[in-house]
Structure formats: C-alpha cells, structure tokens
C-alpha cells in the first residue's frame, strides 16, 4: 500500500510561536488518519500546511511520493489534488448549491456544465440532499450545508480529502448526518485526514489515530490503542477531560 | 499554548535548498518585472517624443518657463480648493451620518423624516452638481434675501455640501445595512437600546467597513471643488483658465491638474493600503 500523505520532520511557526515541530506522518491510501488534540495544537495549522495555505519552515511534505512542499511547485495544480472541507462551510452565499458544487468541476477543471451537473445532481441524491439543488445555501441547516461542503470537495475526486473539525460547528443532532456522510465516505475508499473533537466518531472511521500537543504527535496508534488504552499521560490527561465532557 | 521559538533549532539542509530556491524565484520575478518594465515604458517614451507633433505639444502644454510663472497664482487658487474640501467634509460628515441614521430608522415617530431624508437623497443624488451649484450660486443671491451671504465660496461650497451629504449618506447606509443582523441581536439582547444598539455595535463596525470607499469620496470632493470656479471663485483651475486665455498657451492648466494630482495620487495610494489592510486583518486564510 503506498502512501498518499506523507510529512516528515515538518516545522512551522508563527513568529515565535512553534506551531509544528518536527512533525512525521504517513497516510496509506483508502485510510482515514484522525488528528485530536486541544484546541491550539496545531491540527488546523497541520491540515493548512498540507493544503499549501501556509508554507512550512521546515520539513517536507509529499503528495503520492512528490514533494508538494518544493517551493517550485504549482500550488494550483496541488490543490486541484486535495479537498478541504472548512469548520464553518466557507460555501458560496451567492451561488446555489448546485453552483457551488460545479463552479470548481467547471471552471477548473474543464468538465462540460452537463458533465458537471449529472455528477453533482448524482452526488447530491446519495448525500440525500437531491431537492435542495436549487436552493441558496443560508436556507439550509447547518448539518445541510456542511454536507454540501463536503460534496463540493469530492465533485473533483480528489486523491486525498482533509477535514477540519467540520462538526464543531453543528449541533449534536445535526452532526450525525455529517458524520454519517464522511464514514460513508471511508467505506468508499477515500483518503482523509481529520481533525476532530468527536472521540466516538474517531474510533469508528480512523485507521491511525494522533494525538496532537504543542505541535508534535505525542501518541499514535489505533484507536483502540489511543483512546482506549493511551499510554502517555498528557494523552490520558486529555482523554479525561474529554470523557468528563461526555463526548467519549 | 505552543512552546516558544527553539532556540537549538537549524534549519535542515532540505531547507536551506528550498529558501535558495525560493530566493532565485523571486530574483527571476524581479528580473522579469524590470525587463517589462522598460521595455513597455521606454516603447511609450520612444513612441511620443519621435511622433511628429511632439514639439508643438510641448510648446503649448509643458512650456517650463510660462509654468513657472503662473505657478503662484494657481497655488494660491488650490489653498480655496483645499480649504472648501476640509470645511465641506467636515459638514458633509455630519449631515451624511444623520440622513443615514435617518433612513435606517425604524423608529415610528421620524417616519415623516425618513421620507424627507429619502427624498432628499434621491434629489441630490441624481441631479448634476454643476446644476445644483449654478442654482445655489446664482438664484440664492438672485432671492436678496437678508442675512444670506452672497459670498460666492460660501454659497460654492453649499452647494457642493448639498450633493456630497447625499453621497456619502448613501454610502455610510450601506455600511450600516452590510451589518449582520446578528450583530444588533447579540446588542439588544444584551439589553441595549435600539440607540446604543446603533452607537455602540452596529455604527462602529459600519463606519470602519466603508472607510475605504469614503476616502474615495473625499479625493472626488476636492477633484469637484473645481467646479466652483463657475461662480467667479478664483480656485486653482480658474486662476489657471484666466491665465491660459490671456496667453492661449495650456500650460497653466498642466499646472493646475499637477498640483491636483499631487495630492489625490498619495490620497488614492493610502486609500488602497486602507483596503488592502481591512482585507486582510479580517481574513485569517492566510496568503492566498
């Protein structure tokens, strides 16, 4: 199985701040990796820095074995390869649903507006979203619209899709038609790395999961092995204060 | 809660590599920019001095001397520009601010007023300032109505007064307007009333959203405070024409539009770092 994602040894800081430091990771394709952590531990950073919307200070990062981090590299071209779905939609208020979901397909990448149409008509019947096509995205619900942001990001088949706590938005009732979209999504073979806050949903899709504290990966494992039995005390520390949450 | 700059930390050589390279990009970038440069520029420069009316175009338009001459008296005219474009302003802002409170009252009581302001913005706002100068400049005098000053910059500067209000009202509603109603929600259920919901919450954030767009106002103000010279005030492009027609020879008015563009250029160029730091103080998506 070969790696789709892979950092190594990446560092990035924000003046004085270390955001990321000396962070590996390898995603093999059809997994799904989950990055938890608190909040301000580097995994929207992370997933920024995969995206090419923040440029590392060090390290590298490849995209199926070519590194994406070589500043001669054509950011477009890379993003054309990654889906990034946002905490708060980031959907096109002037647009239809339908038109956000084929504006990229269209314009980048040169599909037919038939073309375009049929495979986000078709997409948007799985997602059961089919009768809202026309409507603008402020009438829908926020579980709605994020699953038409999670559609819009695989109406380009990308190689691999990148999610960013995209149900700290929501809440609880609509984040299980999210979260059912996306475990829909790694039953289909998709590539992903998420962030998230939801413990129970990580255990479910995640292959490997990370635990994020001041830029480095402190634990990784299955998610039996991190959220079950964790070995590391800030791990353990953290799961705690999740559990007494009551989000585990 | 990210640990603070490591100071044990060097660069890897892989880095190194990619801030070389990153630098003989941007090297080659300024490269290509000069390179275009000179070659658009110097093209233009070539194509004008080598077409066959040059000098007669030189004669007439950028005569040094004559320029030199006539300068005083247009400085001197551009000091009334200047000084009805502060003066103006400063009444525009306050008339402006209140026909925008005015029409986005809901308030039933100043329904009558918010007509009233409504059509005062629709009147001044479609009618062409020269008109409304010649009308105010001319027939106000015309009424010898006692206590009303015939002072023609006095009178200019009313009427210029009566159709930037109407402008930057409407530019000042939008701001307000552009407010999401969740702003004045999280206000009024914190207990304000609709008036401090308004001072306190909703203006400031409007006001600093339109900046950019009322500095442009502003450079459009002093650029139609010119207009003023048909009533006999004698600003800088009225010094200038009085000159011009004493020797048909342009130049003054060269030197007038200099002086102008003297001060809107820097006016504009802030205007644009105005924008572009509005932009990205509210955008934290990085360097796209």
Redesign the interface.
């Known amino acids: 199985m070969s790696n789709v994602l892979e950092l190594v040894?990446v560092?990035k800081?924000f003046g004085?701040?270390?955001?990321l430091?000396d962070l590996s990771l390898a995603v093999p394709e059809h997994t799904a990796t989950v990055l938890i952590g608190?909040?301000?531990?580097?995994k929207s950073t992370l997933l920024?820095c995969i995206n090419l919307?923040?440029t590392i200070?060090?390290?590298?990062i490849f995209l199926d074995g070519q590194e994406i981090?070589?500043?001669?590299m054509d950011v477009d071209e890379v993003r054309r390869r990654l889906g990034m779905v946002f905490q708060s939609f980031n959907l096109f208020p002037h647009k239809t649903v339908l038109e956000n979901i084929t504006l990229s397909p269209i314009k980048v990448h040169g599909k037919s507006k038939d073309e375009a149409n049929t495979h986000a008509t078709q997409l948007l019947k799985r997602f059961d979203l089919a009768d809202k096509a026309d409507q603008y995205p402020d009438r829908l619900s926020g579980g709605q619209q994020q699953r038409v942001a999670i559609i819009r990001s695989l109406a380009v088949n990308p190689r691999l899709l990148l999610l960013d706590e995209v149900t700290s938005a929501l809440d609880p009732v609509l984040v299980n038609e999210v979260l059912s979209a996306v475990r829909d999504l790694k039953s289909d073979g998709m590539t992903m790395v998420l962030a998230t806050h939801e413990m129970g949903f990580a255990t479910q899709v995640a292959d490997e999961v990370c635990f994020l504290e001041?830029?480095s990966v402190i634990e990784r494992g299955t998610p039996e092995q991190v959220l079950h039995n964790p070995q590391n005390p800030k791990t353990q520390e953290f799961l705690k204060r999740v559990h007494q949450a009551g989000r585990l | 809660m990210s640990e603070k700059q490591n100071s044990a930390w060097s660069p890897s050589s892989r880095e190194l590599e990619r801030r070389k390279s990153r630098q003989s990009i941007s090297r080659k970038q300024a490269g290509i920019a000069a390179a275009s440069t000179i070659l658009v520029l110097g093209t233009l420069a070539l194509i004008l001095v080598t077409s066959p009316g040059w000098e007669t175009v030189k004669a007439t338009f950028f005569d040094i001397d004559y320029g030199r001459e006539v300068f005083p008296t247009v400085i001197q005219g551009l000091w009334i520009n200047l000084q009805l474009t502060f003066i103006g302003g400063a009444a525009i802002g306050v008339i402006a601010l209140g026909l925008a409170l005015l029409r986005t009252t809901k308030s039933p009581a100043l329904t009558p007023f918010r007509f009233l302001a409504t059509a005062y913005v629709d009147i001044f706002r479609g009618a062409p300032l020269i008109l409304i100068i010649l009308l105010v400049g001319f027939g106000v005098p015309a009424l010898g109505l006692t206590g009303v000053s015939s002072n023609v910059i006095f009178l200019g500067t009313v009427a210029v007064v009566l159709t930037y209000s109407a402008y930057v009202a409407e530019v000042i509603r939008s701001g307000i307007l552009s407010i999401h109603p969740s702003q004045r929600a999280a206000a009024r259920s914190l207990g304000l009333t609709s008036g401090q919901t308004m001072r306190f919450v909703v203006l400031p954030q409007a006001i600093r959203r339109v900046v950019p767009p009322l500095l442009n106002d502003f450079v459009s103000l002093l650029k139609d405070t010119g207009l003023v010279s048909i009533l006999g005030v004698t600003d800088a492009v009225r010094a200038a024409q009085i000159n011009a027609s004493r020797t048909f020879n342009y130049t003054p008015y060269v030197v007038a539009a200099i002086l102008f563009l003297l001060i809107t250029i820097p006016m504009t160029r802030y205007t644009d770092r105005a924008i572009r730091q509005r932009t990205s103080a509210q955008n934290s998506e990085g360097a796209i």
């Open positions: 040894n560092r800081s004085a701040e270390v955001v430091k608190a909040s301000g531990s580097g920024r919307l923040e200070d060090d390290g590298q981090s070589d500043p001669l001041s830029g």
